[in-house]
């Protein structure tokens, strides 16, 4: 679940699971794969910064494997 922000200051919990798309219009529209539309006082940036912290959390960090020198 990540925390966000309506524009009437109330908090509110999503599950990062069923978000489909993060867009601005100009504000920042989350749509779920429900068909649920919530507009939030967050920048997409930061709702994206959310969801990628919560997946980090859950999956674990995966290392970036780079070219072995030999």
Known sequence: M???TRFDRSELQINAELIEFVEATPDTVIS???????????SVDEVIKRI?????????????RGRRSS
């Not at 779920?32 to 967050?42: Q, S």
Request: charged share 30%.
């Open 32 to 42: 779920t794969t429900t068909g649920k539309k919530i507009v939030v006082r967050e």
């Open 2 to 4: 990540i925390k966000v």
């Open 52 to 64: 990628v912290a919560y997946r980090r959390q859950v999956y674990g960090a995966r290392p970036i």
